[in-house]
Each structure stands twice: as structure tokens, then as C-alpha cells.
DNA sequence: CGGATTTGTTTCACGGCTGCACAAAGTGAG
DNA sequence: CTCACTTTGTGCAGCCGTGAAACAAATCCG
């Protein structure tokens, strides 16, 4: 009997905003919210009402426990446990994996590892999205979109995979194309997006993992083969005007070192990779074993004991630090982390890393950056799930009415 | 006698986009601010009318001329002729330039060159405010804000000059600080903001130039010794986390080039800068003049003659371009713009250097990013007047209101 | 001169947000 | 235990910017 019923919708403008504060852990409480968004009590109530009636959130009047503070205690917001989720696929050198992840980069569900390689991209990414459409049948949770995470610098807007020299495909593969094909033939009605790896695994870490409240974000990781850059601004990826920015493999970091196939002496990828550690440190590798395994193992639990391979880290550790200077010297990021074979290195000599990159970036102050390790476990299959939550965080009300 | 008369206050969040539409020339009539703002024809005529009312812009019923087209003409607009200005100051390596810089880039009113140069940069600074103060008597315009451009990084926020070497400041010269209390001194009562004069050169293409419309803009340019660089992204200059971002003097672009102080080889810096085409030519440079302008004595107009001239260019534009392609892999821009002797070398060889960009760049496509020369008489200046603008373009009624 | 077309103007409505007043839920001192 | 105090959630009035729609104006074209 009410004149005016639904004037609940107030809040839409915000309410991006406010699901990403939630989505990434910086709002535990509707008060936090209030301040972090910059808005009055009134709107982030509305906001917080809006998000919980769209199923994304749930807010629970009592408080997380004794907070010890004075005062009323704040509502507290968490992501809904049985909310929506995104399938996530990352296809790497040795198969796939395939996930349904829900907001806060949480891992709901997950299919088997699947180790297999095909030179065909439509059979790999076909068999992956299948796995994921069982995977929602047994779950029964709704989907919102897609992404798929693959070891290759991927063109936009197009969507080829430029150089998936990883997993035998044929170079320009459109796996955007072919994604959406998939999920079309496996009745998941979504739209989907893909990346390359490294991004999405620069984004998943910037928004739940070590990267997190970063502004001018750098990852650089190495795969089986070759070295990954990444660079997160401000919250969104960084990918250049063609998807093609941070191409640092072949950033020169030893006039007198390897011949590269890109023509140069001394490239980042032919000099820190983990075949370049295995032969610089004299040992044959494995053509069975992924080179990243025996680098790894190589180096072991901290510092190596043997002399030969000590002496190979710390050479691959001054040019990963020449590499990374020239890196900071250009875009000035106020976090780096690294990830593969380069986040073991930094374990084995972390001091040593540091003051290459400070005595080799022009300012003290710039060099001085912090180096972390990567600290989840599957970032760049979370990172596909991000690349698929974008739209839903961007416009919630929108994302959640299509369907 | 109407109930409601003050309510053309509609229109104040498309202000700042409006304004910046026909700052950059983007929006000659209303009607094409309409479609360029996205909005109603009606919310286009209270945008213009309010910035109008601020004295910005002058709103002619009257076409541009026969316009051609069908259907009513739209009204122009056209930034006031009398309207506001900025200070802009540029500090180089012979002395200063002052000027009064209109919206548009226009510049209004010029001081007298000056030729000094000092170790103390409050002696500097103080005298081009001083002439800026004079300039703002003579022409009784208002002022809105203060922009300087000087040749060194400069660290935000704290607004120090860390390597101002051509003009013999010290280092870490709190030249924000000095530039702050000068126009006080001087009575000119608007805040000031400080700038690398490449950084600032590449706003101004970006803006006005060659540059308008790019949306990644990469920006390289050669002072008096050393190469400094840019980049425009989405319309804003991306200096990184602490100002010091594209530093890419020091990119190794020949590992059996010269040794540079930094401690490598064959820096960029050190092997396309004015004297290493004058040591590459064979020519003793005169330490009377200015090393920029000697280079570009021996290229003279065109292709030089000089076969050892001719080979010197070759050599620097081969480096060049080694330069430039690591940057296109790191940033991938969609424009690059050359300015100092970088742009007489893209002159005397245009051909040369898009084919070392090209086949050095690990994507061709990437690689064909065109390279154009700078556009503006003093890019740096306009880029300096830009810096001082930006607050007016961000919330214009605000910026306007305060005095 | 009269459609056709495009643009400027007026009016109305509505959605998102702020500001304010008040209620609710905790802490801490006595 | 009670009462001040602090902080947070909620309801209500109102403002401000924008969109939609109808109308008026200005030019081209036949």
C-alpha cells in the first residue's frame, strides 16, 4: 500500500566500486566500505542491500567477534557462499587446468589436472571447457562468464595467440574465437576472454596475492621457456595498445652472453630462463622432464652447497638483476614480483638481487623497489577467472540482468 | 518572475570533459560536443552554456561558414579570446622561456628569451616569475595556474630535480619548493607544478600535435646531451609511482658501444645523443655552442653529402632503432614521436629507422607502429602550460570559483 | 515556397546521492 | 548495574545532473 515501493535502487553508480572492495578483501565491514568508497552511511547501506539482493554478498549484523574497538560494531560483508561463479582455464606446457572460481579469487570447484598436449588448440581448449561444463552440471552454480589463460602473448582485439611455442600450436591461433566456439558447443552461454598468462597471473596476485594496494605493479615469470612480463596499473592490466606490452624476454642484459633466434647476444629469455641455469651450470637437461622441474630441483631447499651451481645462480642472478633495472628504469613500479624459476632465484640470493637492481636502475630511490615472490598457488588460472569476473565487477546490476 | 531561475547549474560532471573537447580542438560546434560527450543535446547546450558563463569558451550562433551539410547549422565554439590564461615557464640548458598560455595551447603573450644561466636554480626560477608577473600587468589577463618545465627527472611527489645537469642546479633541487615560493614572491597567487621537459613536450604533441588522438604515445627526445622519454597514456602523462618512469637513457642499444658513467656499454644516451653524431662524424664539437645545434649543422637540409657524415647518421639511426624496438616491445605503443636530433634523424633517414623498429621488434605488427616528428614550435612550454590547465580541464567550475 | 533535415530549447521526470535526525549496539567509568 | 560516550545503521527530505520528448529554429533542396 506503499506510494513508492521499489526505491531501493539507489547505489547503482556505486556499486562497482563497492563489489570490487569486497572481491578483494579491502572491505570486511559495511563501515570500511562507507569509508572506502568516500560516500555516506546511507549509500553504502543501500550499495551493501543492492549487492546481498543480487546474490554477490551476504551481510551479517553481528559483528566478526570482539573487535575490541568502541562503539556500534559494523556490519560485517563476505562473498556469498553459494553466490555465482566463472570457469577458469589455464592451458600450459603440460596440459590444462580447469576451475569454477567464484568472487575473491576463491577456488570452488576443480576439475582433474589433465596432462595432455595437443598441436590442435580447438581439441585442448574443447576438452577443457567440456571438463568445466560438467563441473557446473555437478555443482549446480550459476555461471557468469569465462576466461582462459594461455602461454602466449595474445593480439587484441583479435585475439591470436601469437607465439604458443609452449604447446605446439600453430602461431596466430585465434583462441579467442575458438573459446567462445567451445563454450557455445558445450551449452555454456557465457561470453569469454582470454590472456596471456603472465597478466593474468600479475592480476590475480594484485588482486588477492602479494601484489595487493600496489599501484604501478611489475611480474616478471619465467614458464618452462622464455620470460614473461606483466605490468598492472592502477588495477587493470597494462597490455599496450595491441596486447603486446611487456615483451621483456629480449630486453639485453649481457652484450657478451647467448646467441638469441630474435638475432641479438645476451636476451633476458636466453640468459635466465631455466635452460639457460641447467647449462650454465654444466648439467644436461632432461628433454622428458619439464626444464623448470630439474632448475628447480637443481637449486633445491635454499642455497645450492655445490660450488658449480652456485656459481651458476648468482650469474643468472645478476642478469635477471640487469634485466629487471632496465625494467624499473622505464616504468618506475613501486612493487616487482616474480614468479617460476626467477621466484626461486630470488629465494636462493635475495640480497644478492636487490643490489643488482638498485646499483643498475638510475636512481637509488627507484631501485630500491620491493622484490617479492609470487604468493598463490594457481595465479594465473585465478587471473582467467579475473579476466571473467571484469564485467560483473565493472556494471554488477547489468551482469547479473542478462540472464 | 518565473518560480525557478537559477537552474542552469545542469551540467557540472560533463564539464571537465567538454572543456578538454575543445581545449584539444575535438569539438568545434555543439553538436559535435554532443555526440562526443555521449549525452542529450540538452545536457551538450548546458555544458556550453555554463563554461560559457565561466568565460571560457564564446558560443557563435553564426556557422563556421557554408558548411555544406544539411539541416540547421550547429553553433561554434571557440575558446574566449580574453578568457584565462597560465604561466608557463621552461628552464633549458642556455636559459628560460616565459610565456602566458591560453586554453588551446595558444600562446598569448611571450617574454623576451632570456640567455642565463645559473647554478642557483631560485635565481633562475625567481627571474622568468618575475617576468611572468610582468607579462600578467602588461596584458591584465587572469591567471589560473603555474607550470615549469625543467630538463631532469623529476621525483613526485616531493617535486626535486635529480639530474639537472645542463643547467648545473644540484641534484635533488627542491625545484617544486623554489618554483612555490617564487610565485608567491612575485605576487602571483596560484599553485605551481613542476615537470620533465620531455614529459611535458610529449602532453603538449598529445594535445595539440602529433600525437592527437594516440592513446598509447610513446615520446623520445634529445636534449643537449642525453635522450629522454614519454609516455601519453589515455590522455595523461604516466611518470610511474614516483615520477621517474621512462628513463631510457640507459637501455643498451650496442654491446660494443661506449662506455657510459652508468657503467655499461653502448647506453642509448651515450650513441644517439648530438655529440655521439659529432664524435661518430669525426668532428671536434665546439664547447661554445650548443652540441644540438652542431649536429643539426651537419645534417643541413636533407640527406647530408658527407660520406662519413652520411655513415655517422647510418650508425645512430641503426641505434636508434635498437632503442626504439625495445621500448615498442616493453610498452607497445600505437605512435612514437621523435623530438631534438632524434627528429632530424628520422628526417635524413625516415626509411632506415621503420625498418630497424620493424625487424628489431619481436612482432612485426607491433613493430610497424608509425614515427612521426614533433609538430609544436615549443612543445615543452605548451606542455607546461597543459600541467598548469589540468585542474581547470579536471573540475573546471571549482578551479574557476576559488578566487 | 514548402518539405526534409539537423540542431537548439524548453519542460518534465527520475535516479543517485548528500545531509540530517534519530535509533541501535557496543565500550567503559562510576 | 547504570549512564554517558562512541560508532554504526536507517528513514526522510531535498538537490543536482541527466535523459526523454515535444517543440521551435535554421538551413538545404527541389
Given at each position: ?8 535502487d ?18 570486511p565491514?559495511?563501515?570500511v ?10 549509500t ?7 549487492l546481498?539482493?543480487?546474490g554477490?554478498?551476504t ?8 573487535s ?19 570457469l ?6 603440460d596440459?590444462y587446468?580447469?576451475a569454477?572460481?567464484g568472487?575473491?579469487?576463491?577456488i ?22 567440456a ?15 569465462a ?9 587484441e582485439?583479435?585475439g591470436?595467440?601469437?607465439n604458443p ?16 566456439d567451445?563454450?557455445?558447443?558445450a ?5 569469454g576472454?582470454c ?8 592480476l ?5 596475492g602479494?601484489g595487493?594496494?600496489?599501484?604501478h605493479?611489475?611480474?616478471?615469470a619465467t ?14 592490466l597494462?597490455?599496450?595498445s ?6 621483456v624476454?629480449?630486453l ?5 652472453g647467448?646467441a ?5 647476444r645476451?636476451c633476458?629469455d636466453?640468459?635466465?630462463?631455466p ?13 622428458a622432464?619439464s ?6 630441483a ?5 642455497h645450492?652447497?655445490e ?8 650469474q643468472?642472478?645478476d ?7 632496465t ?9 616487482i614480483?616474480?614468479?617460476?624459476l626467477?621466484q ?10 636487490r ?7 638510475l636512481?637509488?630511490?627507484s631501485?630500491?623497489v620491493?622484490i617479492?615472490?609470487?604468493s598463490?598457488?594457481?595465479?594465473s ?9 571484469q564485467?560483473?565487477?565493472?556494471d ?5 540482468a542478462?540472464?
Amino acid at each position: 500500500m506503499t506510494p513508492t515501493r521499489i526505491k531501493l535502487d539507489r547505489g547503482r553508480g556505486a556499486l562497482g566500486p563497492a563489489l570490487e572492495l569486497v572481491h578483494t578483501g579491502r572491505a570486511p565491514t559495511r563501515a570500511v566500505l562507507t569509508t572506502e568508497l568516500g560516500v555516506t552511511r546511507a549509500t553504502a547501506g543501500a550499495v551493501a542491500t543492492e549487492l546481498q539482493a543480487l546474490g554477490l554478498i551476504t551481510v551479517d549484523p553481528r559483528p566478526h567477534a570482539a573487535s575490541g574497538a568502541q562503539g556500534r560494531p559494523s556490519h560485517r560483508l563476505d562473498i556469498a557462499a553459494d553466490g555465482p561463479v566463472v570457469l577458469a582455464v589455464q592451458v600450459h606446457a603440460d596440459g590444462y587446468r580447469v576451475a569454477l572460481v567464484g568472487l575473491g579469487g576463491r577456488i570452488v570447484a576443480t576439475a582433474p589436472a589433465c596432462m595432455t598436449v595437443d598441436a590442435d588448440p580447438a581439441r585442448i581448449i574443447g576438452d577443457a571447457v567440456a571438463a568445466g561444463a560438467e563441473l557446473l552440471a555437478a555443482t549446480g552454480r550459476r555461471c557468469l562468464g569465462a576466461g582462459l589463460a594461455v602461454p602466449s602473448a595474445v593480439a587484441e582485439p583479435e585475439g591470436t595467440a601469437l607465439n604458443p611455442l609452449h604447446v605446439a600450436w600453430p602461431a596466430g591461433a585465434r583462441v579467442h574465437d575458438i573459446f567462445r566456439d567451445c563454450l557455445a558447443a558445450a551449452g555454456i552461454g557465457v561470453p569469454g576472454r582470454c590472456g596471456n598468462d603472465v597478466n593474468l597471473a600479475a592480476l590475480a596476485e594484485h588482486r588477492h596475492g602479494a601484489g595487493q594496494g600496489s599501484q604501478h605493479l611489475l611480474c616478471v615469470a619465467t614458464g618452462h621457456r622464455g620470460v614473461g612480463g606483466a605490468l598492472v596499473l592502477d588495477g587493470r592490466l597494462h597490455t599496450g595498445s595491441a596486447g603486446l606490452a611487456l615483451e621483456v624476454g629480449h630486453l639485453i642484459v649481457d652484450p657478451a652472453g647467448r646467441a638469441c633466434h630474435c638475432g641479438a647476444r645476451g636476451c633476458l629469455d636466453v640468459e635466465t630462463d631455466p635452460l639457460a641455469l641447467l647449462e650454465t651450470a654444466g648439467v644436461t637437461p632432461d628433454p622428458a622432464l619439464s626444464p623448470l622441474d630439474q632448475a628447480r630441483a637443481l637449486l633445491g631447499e635454499g642455497h645450492p652447497a655445490e660450488p658449480g651451481t652456485r656459481q651458476a645462480v648468482e650469474q643468472l642472478v645478476d642478469r635477471l638483476g640487469q634485466g629487471l633495472a632496465t625494467m624499473v628504469n622505464v616504468l618506475n613500479p613501486d612493487r616487482i614480483i616474480l614468479g617460476g624459476l626467477h621466484q626461486s632465484l630470488l629465494a636462493a640470493a635475495p640480497e644478492r638481487l636487490r643490489s643488482v637492481v638498485a646499483d643498475r636502475s638510475l636512481w637509488g630511490r627507484s631501485g630500491s623497489v620491493p622484490i617479492l615472490p609470487c604468493s598463490l598457488g594457481h595465479n594465473s588460472l585465478v587471473g582467467a577467472a579475473e579476466l571473467a569476473w571484469q564485467p560483473v565487477l565493472d556494471d554488477p546490476a547489468t551482469a547479473l540482468a542478462v540472464r
